[in-house]
T-cell receptor, first 118, second 116 residues
């Protein structure tokens, strides 16, 4: 079953509103989570690293005031798209690393959130 | 910096045949991990196979195998006996396997279509 959940799976909002996306690790704790953005038929672009108990680390070119990240607990990270505009429409995916016995630290991905800004 | 290159935007394969999806990478790290993910139209990323940079044998997972050629910096995915359900977008990715917080670098992806 899924080990990382995202909510909502799909959201449509009006331009100028803010949208919050939740990413939860199920049955394991994640001190770090990652937020990616994906345009149709394109690659995943890392936006930021969410750190539990401290500030998120943003990739170059990502507006921290536009994409607010809060890692409130060891199982929950939230991404808030503030004052959303049509160009923010995209597929947002989170991931959380988890140690696998005898193997590499695996990244488990959430199912993604499709944001459409009208 | 790490870079992943997937040169095939789209591939077609006949059902039950094998197909190879290309992936080359560039990194200055000595230790790294290479991953392949499948992304169906639903959007979720499904982990397929992993190859560590120090692994001497090519990784295999069921119908998936990774043709790892370290000197050429290539990590091609081979899917044997293709099925209609294999139609999806496939991503090659790289990251350091030694930390719990390793970031992944993804290629641009290859869209695979399996024909009946």
């Amino acid at each position: 079953g899924a080990v990382v959940s995202q909510h909502p799976s799909r959201v449509i909002c009006k331009s100028g509103t803010s949208v919050k996306i939740e990413c939860r690790s199920l049955d394991f704790q994640a001190t770090t989570m990652f937020w990616y953005r994906q345009f149709p038929k394109k690659s995943l672009m890392l936006m930021a690293t969410s750190n539990e108990g401290s500030k998120a680390t943003y990739e170059q070119g990502v507006e921290k005031d536009k994409f607010l990240i809060n890692h409130a607990s060891l199982t929950l990270s939230t991404l808030t798209v503030t004052s959303a505009h049509p160009e923010d429409s995209s597929f947002y995916i989170c991931s959380a690393p988890r140690s696998i016995a005898g193997g590499p630290n695996e990244q488990f991905f959430g199912p993604g959130t499709r944001l459409t800004v009208l | 910096a790490q870079k992943i290159t997937q040169t095939q935007p789209g591939m077609f394969v006949q059902e039950k045949e094998a197909v190879t999806l290309d992936c080359t990478y560039d990194t200055s790290d000595q230790s790294y991990g290479l991953f392949w993910y499948k992304q169906p139209s639903s959007g979720e990323m499904i982990f397929l196979i992993y190859q560590g940079s120090y692994d001497e044998q090519n990784a295999t997972e069921g119908r998936y195998s990774l043709n790892f050629q370290k000197a050429r910096k290539s990590a091609n995915l081979v899917i044997s006996a293709s099925q209609l359900g294999d139609s999806a977008m496939y991503f090659c990715a790289m990251r350091r396997p030694d930390t719990n917080a390793g970031k992944s670098t993804f290629g641009d992806g290859t869209t695979l279509t399996v024909k009946p």
